[in-house]
């Protein structure tokens, strides 16, 4: 029999990566997409499993705990892989309320519902849901920002500095806690800066390419020396498959691509790809401007990926310029 797992967010650019790669590997498992379709999340990103008999959509908030519960019973959940959040830094900047909602309240009400429903009490399981498991998705913004060496590992402090980082560190907080006051089988997996196919129109990598494309000023903050480590979706969607199947209970490991980019790299190195395939009049890098840096833009983030390497066996089939090729022709696909 089919095992039903609830998988949340899956509208957004992660999730919607990860749902078709994960029926297409696995036949013996049913989705149930649990998705708001807030600004950033689109069914369209979607298309292409929604004929799929074992991929379920429901339109709804996490937050709304009678909804879960009926979702728990209805398809008797096996498992979780949480992926909804609010996560444009921005944004939680403008309206802090909103993250803590989603991100805090969000998280506590979906795993609050899981362990009443897979347990007795604390420690003991019911005998038809012994292994089932909540994989929590969080970010390495939690870990706050990092000098001009150094990298996260799982045991770094964490130190968040905006209200989007802060509300993710305080779920992971109450993730851990449920493992450890009620011995709940969870996971937690802190990944680097994703980029790929359907991520949202706001973020770096997509305002380039369709800034570009369009001929408007490429807008760059500050300096443009911030440095993140970059993660192409895929890989991260393998790395998750891997922690939810394999991964030690009560654990957290760190996805990284080990592709440590500043901002001024990322840009000049799109204009150059944009600049060999579709060429324009003039070259794309004339379009580069800096704009006023946001307030509280943490410097560098970078993740030593050692534990999943070496306890799972993950390691990432795309450096950044592999990957990110295949970004842009994604988005000259998607802007035509």
Not at 50 to 57: E, S
Not at 241 to 264: A, K, M
Request: glycine share 8%.
């Amino acid at each position: 029999m089919n095992k039903n797992i609830l998988v949340t967010g899956c509208a957004g650019f992660i999730g919607s990566n990860f749902v078709p790669y994960f029926l297409k590997k696995y036949s013996d498992y049913n989705i149930i997409n649990l998705d708001l379709l807030t600004y950033a999340g689109d069914e369209e990103n979607l298309k292409e499993v929604q004929d799929n008999h074992r991929y379920k959509f429901i339109k709804g908030d996490i937050c709304n705990r009678e909804l879960v519960e009926l979702i728990f019973n209805e398809y008797d959940i096996g498992g979780v892989i949480h992926f909804a959040a609010e996560s444009h830094v921005d944004n939680s900047i403008k309206n802090p309320g909103v993250f803590i909602e989603t991100n805090v309240t969000g998280t506590y009400t979906l795993i609050d519902v899981a362990q009443k429903y897979w347990m007795n009490k604390p420690f003991e399981y019911k005998d038809s849901y012994k292994g089932c498991r909540f994989h929590h998705i969080s970010t390495d913004e939690v870990y706050g920002t990092l000098g001009d060496t150094g990298l996260f590992t799982e045991t770094t402090p964490y130190a968040p500095n905006s209200p989007y980082s802060a509300s993710k560190a305080s779920s992971d907080m109450i993730v851990r806690a449920y493992n450890e006051t009620f011995g709940l089988n969870t996971v937690i997996t802190n990944c680097s800066n994703n980029y790929g196919p359907k991520q949202h129109d706001e973020k770096l990598i997509p305002t380039i390419i369709r800034s570009a494309l369009a001929g408007k000023p490429i807008p760059i903050y500050g300096d443009g020396k911030n440095i993140r480590d970059w993660l192409y979706v895929l890989d991260h969607c393998k790395g998750i498959d891997l922690v939810y199947h394999t991964g030690e209970s009560s654990q957290t490991y760190n996805i990284g691509g080990r592709n440590e980019r500043d901002n001024l790299y990322i840009v000049n190195k799109i204009c150059e790809l944009l600049d060999d395939i579709k060429p324009a009049t003039k070259s794309y890098k004339e379009l580069i401007s800096f704009v006023e840096d946001r307030a509280g833009h943490d410097r560098r983030y970078a993740i030593d990926a050692t534990k999943i390497e070496t306890k799972l066996g993950w390691s990432a089939d795309e450096d950044f310029e592999s990957g990110i090729l295949k970004t842009i022709e994604w988005y000259l696909e998607k802007y035509r």
